[in-house]
């Protein structure tokens, strides 16, 4: 069901650089639509994470950055630290007959 | 503060009806600045948006459960429920309602989470 693909995994040592990519296609991400990111900790609720303009959430360290290009978006998360292990979604609007908000695959970040 | 508490049955058989409330509080659903809405998680697995109701009542829904979804606003009670049709096992999740500020549709973003609950179909 999932219309944006994440990588499953990604990982990295505390104080590391990490990034996870989202890829959509013309009708979400590549025609211009805001993506956003939640993250969500195993057996929590989803959390706004930070949204499309890199406007983070009162209490969202600016470790957490955006970026976008053509149909794909990304979350980059440096200085990893512990607290950062959780899973992570993209999330934007499709124009298409998949539905209105659509989100992507989910990434598990581990701290090693 | 905006808050959200889902509630409804936790085991539900096939081909039966889910029913599933959202009280809200700290705003009124009556609110023209909100959009109340639903979405599930199977175990597992990822999120999926089910729709949304605006206070007039207008809704949309995902199309690929549109023939099965009704959601409706309670106003006297400040809930909004969810009712999903013609269950089977693939429709076992967790539950979340959510809140989001009026938003153009292509830019909005879900601030407000419930807690969840899980719904297993099961016979």
């Known amino acids: 069901q999932s219309v944006l693909t994440q990588p499953p995994s990604v990982s990295g040592a505390p104080g590391q650089r990490v990034t996870i990519s989202c890829t959509g296609s013309?009708?979400?991400?590549?025609?211009?639509?805001?993506v956003h990111w939640y993250k969500q900790v195993p057996g929590t609720a989803p959390k706004l994470l930070i949204r499309?303009?890199?406007n983070r959430p009162s209490g969202v360290p600016d470790r957490f950055s955006v970026s976008k290009s053509g149909t794909s978006a990304s979350l980059a998360i440096t200085g990893l630290q512990a607290e950062d292990e959780a899973d992570y979604y993209c999330?934007?609007?499709?124009?298409?007959?998949?539905?209105?908000?659509?989100f992507g695959t989910g990434t598990k970040v581990t701290v090693l | 503060q905006l808050q959200l508490r889902e509630s409804g049955p936790r085991l539900v058989k096939p081909s039966e009806t889910l029913s599933l409330s959202c009280s809200v509080s700290?705003?009124?659903?009556?609110?023209?600045?909100?959009?109340w809405g639903w979405f599930r998680q199977p175990p597992g697995k990822g999120l999926e948006w089910i729709g949304t109701?605006?206070?007039?009542?207008?809704?949309n829904y995902n199309p690929s459960l549109q023939s099965r979804v009704t959601i409706s606003v309670d106003t006297s009670k400040d809930q909004f429920s969810l009712n999903l049709n013609s269950l089977t096992a693939a429709d076992t999740a967790v539950y979340y309602c959510?809140?989001?500020?009026?938003?153009?549709?292509?830019?909005?973003?879900?601030?407000?989470w419930g807690q969840g609950t899980l719904v297993a179909v099961s016979s």
């Open positions: 959510a809140a989001w500020k009026w938003c153009m549709v292509y830019v909005c973003y879900f601030d407000y």
């Open positions: 700290g705003v009124s659903i009556n609110s023209p600045n909100y959009y």
């Open positions: 109701i605006y206070f007039s009542g207008s809704t």
């Open positions: 013309s009708s979400n991400i590549g025609a211009g639509y805001d």
């Open positions: 499309d303009n890199n």
């Open positions: 999330q934007s609007y499709d124009s298409s007959l998949s539905g209105f908000y659509v």
